[in-house]
């Protein structure tokens, strides 16, 4: 399971992980014996490209060989490529049990899935990557709601507004995806996803 380190956040100087009690937050400079006292230098052209790449992977917990697929295929698809394939990764299903906010992080969401908790139109789906579709139902496994791990989510939720493209009946554990992410919503992501894509056009 690829998991996120608070040394990496802090190396890139950036919270890319779902964490409250993040390191960057109690120690903003990089980790090692002199990052207290090294400052943060301006990066090169590149070392732009490869921040921002290295951030939006960390943030969604993808693997190189998967990240690069997702600009692969965003790139050849017709339309505006940074929006496509910011799509792409929001459409995960582990990211959208985590905006639904029924896992606290997005690792915590994949744990859900891999483990067959979650339920896209009726049946189990097992793998973090599937990419939900306009129109496609995903629920919370019945037998999974009385559980440890749901017990308060309900509670949790009251308080909790998922993005206006997921629809969710609070009572019931239960979502609709009706349709992908607006530009306003993919806008809020505080990456410059035309670095990234820079860095994979070299």
């Known amino acids: 399971m690829y998991q996120i380190t608070c040394k990496k956040c802090r190396r890139l100087g950036y919270k890319v992980c779902d964490s409250a009690k993040c390191a960057l937050i109690r120690k903003p400079y990089p980790p090692g014996q002199h990052g207290k006292n090294a400052g943060r230098k301006r990066p090169s052209e590149f070392g732009q490209q490869l921040a921002e790449k290295q951030k939006l992977k960390f943030i969604y917990g993808v693997r190189e060989k998967q990240f690069r697929k997702y600009f692969d295929f965003a790139s050849k698809k017709r339309g505006v490529t940074p929006q496509i394939m910011m799509e792409m990764l929001e459409r995960r299903l582990d990211n959208v049990i985590f905006r639904l906010g029924w896992a606290p992080t997005r690792n915590a ?58 629809e969710m009946d609070k009572e019931k ?30």
């Open 109 to 166: 969401a994949r744990q859900l899935v891999s483990h067959g908790h979650i339920l896209v139109n009726g049946k189990k789906v097992h793998s973090p990557s599937y990419s939900v579709s306009s129109g496609e139902q995903v629920d919370i496994k019945e037998s999974s709601k009385s559980g440890s791990l749901f017990v308060n989510t309900r509670t949790i939720l009251k308080k909790f507004q998922p993005p206006v493209w997921l």
């Open 173 to 202: 554990l239960s979502a609709k995806i009706l349709g992908v992410p607006d530009k306003d919503f993919l806008s809020g992501i505080p990456v410059q996803v035309s670095k990234v894509l820079e860095y994979y056009s070299r």
